[in-house]
């Protein structure tokens, strides 16, 4: 119950617990910092940006240790807790922290297996009648070559479970397929995870990330986005956690029906008739195909993935965005009353541009000191992989921080957030230079 919040709040404003380190967790404190609901945020680990943050401390806990985290939250008297990365939900630290009486915003391990099973998340979609490229499981090289032999649609490898964002392999050939198995099957390079593999028919098209809100019943999408998943610019080279982040996409407005009465109508019902249980992020990543040619070009949208919890840096572009107060919203999602929550979303568009090191995604650096300068009008900084030692900011991984570009047109945003970036500097400092081109090609063309 909203007023529940309301009621509590007044009287009372609450501590949040943010579990995460990356951009996504300081975007979420940043936002809940304003929030004239919240007392005290703690972020564990946090990073050397969380830590700046008003009302904000660092607690030095670890991802994965539920229970030394649900230790905390109980001890503290945290009134939410809010779960950023998915291993945590993968290892089922909501079902931990709910069974010791927190309220916690993300879904139990079950509910996340949208994320950390792709063989799951595909039959879910079978069911529900959402539309998804074709598939074939398997679990052994032999099985899954033979697929590949007889049908030259499958051109996509997928290792089941969790692979930090590295067991998706888009094929060009056969013989790139084939590779691409015996590398899963073969090296064991994913350990568990790569034990059943997802075959799919590659797809093309424009992709939109839709992040939603979800309080069991109800989905709430927030404004599309789009990430730069490549390291490269012209999305050359390797996938990334994510490049930069742009939003809205304007092809969005165009097949938005489609995308409601396809994808989240469906999904509501499942959500309804009780076949799928769920709350917190529902990340919906789609691909937008197009249909044949008309003279107004039509998409049809595909689900190319789930996932479990807020986007990185999708959130980093997405938060800025948001007029209204985000904790009563992640409380309605808790308790099942999304239905009276509003929410404002601001008109200006947004662009995130990640700084990385060069060597990233092979390695990530430590201990470099970071130079802030002063940040434009129209920007915000998002630390990611940043530590605070003895009061000095240092790098510590391979996205290291990022800038938000706001304004009321793209070509603005895109100049702010890259103007920001020069207040910025590290050892071996690294962005792509193409964020949200993207953008200004679907604006142009329509
Ligand atoms: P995922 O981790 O499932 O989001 O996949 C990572 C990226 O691989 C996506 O953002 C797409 O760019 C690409 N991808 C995944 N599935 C397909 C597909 N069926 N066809 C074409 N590209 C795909
Ligand atoms: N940026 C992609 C993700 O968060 O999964």
Redesign the pocket.
């Known amino acids: 119950m909203l007023s529940s919040i309301r009621n509590t709040i007044v009287y009372e404003p609450i501590k949040v617990l943010v579990i995460g380190s990356g951009g996504r967790e300081h975007a979420l404190c940043w936002k809940l910092a304003q929030s004239p609901l919240v007392r005290r945020l703690y972020c564990a680990p946090g990073n050397g940006g969380t830590d700046l943050v008003a009302k904000t401390e660092n607690v030095a806990i670890a991802v994965d240790d539920s229970h030394a985290l649900t230790q905390f939250a109980v001890t503290n008297k945290i009134d939410l807790v809010v779960v950023g990365p998915d291993n945590p939900l993968a290892n089922g630290i909501v079902d931990i922290m709910e069974g010791c009486g927190l309220r916690v915003f993300g879904p139990n391990k079950a509910a996340a297996r949208l994320e950390w099973s792709k063989a799951y998340a595909k039959e879910v979609m079978k069911a529900a009648g959402i539309p998804t490229a074709r598939f074939y499981t398997c679990d052994s090289y032999d099985s899954g070559a033979e697929h590949v032999k007889q049908n030259s649609w499958a051109r996509v490898v997928k290792v089941d479970g969790l692979a930090l964002?590295k067991g998706v392999y888009v094929c060009d050939s056969e013989e790139e397929t084939l590779e691409a198995l015996a590398e899963v099957f073969a090296s064991r390079r994913f350990g568990d995870a790569g034990n059943c593999v997802v075959l799919e028919e590659r797809l093309a098209g424009e992709e939109i990330?839709l992040l939603t809100f979800c309080d069991g019943k109800r989905l709430v999408p927030m404004p599309p986005c789009q990430?730069h998943?490549r390291r490269f610019a012209g999305d050359k080279g390797a996938n990334t956690?994510?490049m930069g982040?742009f939003s809205p996409v304007d092809l969005y407005e165009s097949c938005k029906n489609e995308i409601s009465s396809q994808v989240l109508v469906p999904l509501e019902r499942a959500l309804n008739d009780g076949t799928l249980f769920y709350k917190g992020i529902l990340?919906i990543g789609l691909m937008m195909v197009p249909g044949e040619c008309t003279q107004a070009q039509k998409y049809n949208p595909y689900v190319l993935e789930f996932?479990a919890r807020f986007?990185?840096?999708?959130t980093q572009a997405l938060l800025p965005r948001l007029r209204s107060d985000l904790l009563p919203v992640l409380w309605a999602c808790t308790e099942g009353t999304l239905d009276e929550t509003r929410l404002e979303w601001s008109t200006d568009v947004s662009c995130c541009v990640v700084a990385v090191t060069q060597s990233y995604p092979g390695a990530s650096s430590k201990g470099d000191d970071i130079v802030l300068g002063a940040l434009p009008p129209g920007t915000t900084l998002f630390h990611s992989g940043t530590a605070l030692v003895n009061g000095k900011l240092q790098t510590a991984g391979g996205r290291i921080l990022s800038v938000t570009g706001m304004a009321p047109s793209m070509e603005v945003a895109v100049h702010n957030a890259y103007l920001g970036l020069r207040a910025v500097s590290f050892a071996n400092m690294d962005f792509r230079c193409d964020i949200a081109r993207r953008a200004k090609a679907q604006c142009r063309s329509n």
């Open positions: 964002g990330s990430d998943k956690g994510g982040a990340y996932n986007g990185d840096p999708e």
